[in-house]
């Protein structure tokens, strides 16, 4: 099995990430127009509950198999890859295989007074079998992360992303007759369709690899079987599971207080609303239009930082196993610089353009004004992903846990605050939001320096800042001096591939980007090896 180095497996998976978040837009952009922001409001409202109970069976689980199988590798623990690979097969596929009939049985109480819209029964019950789904996936993802081969996981998200496209617009557009509930219904079918194909991929991937490294799965061996050998066979699996859920159970606690502070802001944001006297179908609009399309918009970037947190977990991993602090600081610096440089122009982008990025996507630019007051607060959630990555792979979960908790608790008091006032409304709910991604990113920066005696590089964020004011000074200066020999169409092609250049040279010039990095960039990165020899 080919391996990746750092640098090589985050290009890797930033290069999906992006296609990704890329296609992932033409059912953000097509859903509203086929079903109405109302309706993608009832696809949206059953997502928060979906993702608490995703996170409860498999939040720490890839992360823990990446760590175990890292470590394995490098002779760190006992276990092959091969045993990490059962038992969390089997552990995570019957939790999944419960909570999935579970959420099928009490499906009408959930609808009913949880998520307080009887409406998102159909879409409710059509995303349970994803539970199950998901939990082999995140076995598999975390095995391929471990032996730090991204390629498997790059290659099933882009073919989940393109099959769910396919049939989330599909599906709705034939159920619109019915209702847009049911329309809802449909495109969650879509998703599901998607991760079931996405899952297979990853199965065949490590099927076709089964010669070269270990045999495909079986059932771990029963206890009755290993009565006189209690400790050659059922023991080091207890141990092994006792070592999975180590690392795994605070993970999974951290990202499930993130996942119930996003079920409880839905909840709270619609009580809220409700409370300053907007009617419930105008909340459910705004409430879909801030979490189907104006938040998709905002975390566009997270391909970067998703891509970086999850190779930097084998890499930090495998250098603390070392002990080799300098390898971790290294790994740290690339892993913040790259999020940094990377995320400025989306941030600028999304300030100077927001209207009439809102307008051409989603033929509204009244929403412009969400994506406009989150916009500058867009660094923050693009570097928390790499320093929650640092705390979980360095055994520091636990950290990120209390961070996560503190601006859930923040988060959560502020919507009940702001957005159950008229003055402020859904924007209460979006100030709460960014009040708690910068605090949350703040509080993990301070752990990491604690944890590793790590300096932040400060003129990094100066070279960073500097880039981003020009820049918007260029992007919107071509915009505005367009406005009468181009369409709007074409001036939003323009101005931002201008402000675009000018960045890349500022960070160029001030060495914020160098060749030798990008030469490890899939595909592109040969040429840019030629351009650094010379």
Known sequence: MKKQTFIQGAMILLAAGIINRILGFIPRIALPRVIGAEGVGIYQLSYPFFIVLVTLITGGIPLAVAKLVAEADTGANRFSPQRILQISLAFTLTLGVIFMFLCI????????????????????????????????????????????????????????????????????????????????????????????????????????????????????????????????????????????LAISVPVTAGRLVGSLSYLAETIVTAQSLAIAGISRGLATAQYGALQGMIIPLLLLPGALTSSLATSLVPSLSEASAQGDRALIHKRMHQALRLALVTGAPFSVFMYVLA???????????????????????????????????????????????????IGAVIKITLILLLASRPEYGIFGAIIAICANSTIVTLLHARSVRTLLQFRFKFMDWVKTGTGMFIMGAATLLVFEHTVVILPLWARMILAPAIGLIVYLIVMGMTRMIDFHDLSRVPIIGSWFERRSRK
């Not at 019950?125 to 994803?130: F, G, Q, R, T």
């Not at 076995?139 to 290659?155: D, H």
């Not at 599901?192 to 490294?213: A, C, P």
Request: glycine share 6%; net charge positive; aromatic share 10%.
């Open 105 to 244: 049985v009490f499906a009408p109480w959930v609808t009913r007074y949880v998520l307080t819209d009887e409406r998102v029964y159909h879409t409710f019950v059509s995303m349970s079998p994803m539970i199950a789904i998901i939990a082999v996936s995140a076995v598999y993802r975390g095995y391929f992360q471990g032996k730090q081969n991204m390629i498997p996981t790059a290659a099933s998200s882009i073919v989940e992303t393109i099959v769910r496209i396919i049939c989330v617009i599909w599906f709705a557009w034939l159920l619109l007759p019915q209702g847009i509930a049911q329309a809802a219904a449909g495109a969650m079918l879509g998703a599901l369709v998607g991760e079931f194909i996405g899952m297979l991929v990853l199965l065949w991937n490590y099927h076709r690899q089964k010669n070269d490294t270990e045999p495909l799965y079986t059932p771990p061996p029963v206890l009755p079987q290993a009565h006189n050998s209690l400790g050659s066979v059922a023991q080091p699996n207890h141990s092994l599971i006792r070592r999975l």
């Open 355 to 405: 209207e009439p990025m809102c307008l051409i996507l989603y033929n509204d630019a009244s929403i412009g004004s969400m994506l406009k007051l989150m916009a500058p607060f867009a660094l923050f959630i693009y570097i928390q992903a790499p320093l929650q990555a640092a705390l979980q792979a360095l055994d520091r979960p636990g950290k990120a846990l209390l961070n996560t908790f």
